[in-house]
């Protein structure tokens, strides 16, 4: 059974909750790849494998996943 985790819309005052998938990261380095999974699985319904997203954003085990 996927677990589900709740974010809330910071940006009104009202209590707007999105039911989007909950996904661990698959090693120490994958915080980058288990965030987008979440997001793309939760916009599309799609649920990428981790390593496969880490390929495209330039993850390794060095730095993670850096962004400039």
């Known amino acids: 059974r996927?677990?589900?985790m709740c974010i809330r819309d910071s940006c009104s005052s009202?209590?707007?909750y999105?039911?989007?998938p909950l996904y661990r990261q698959e090693t120490t380095y994958y915080c980058g790849p288990a965030s987008e999974?979440?997001?793309i699985s939760y916009v599309t319904g799609t649920?990428?494998?981790q390593c496969t997203l880490a390929s495209s954003m330039g993850t390794n085990s060095d730095v993670g996943t850096h962004t400039p």
């Open 37 to 39: 999974k979440m997001v």
């Open 47 to 49: 649920a990428y494998a």
């Open 18 to 20: 999105l039911s989007a």
């Open 14 to 16: 009202s209590s707007n």
């Open 2 to 4: 996927q677990r589900q």
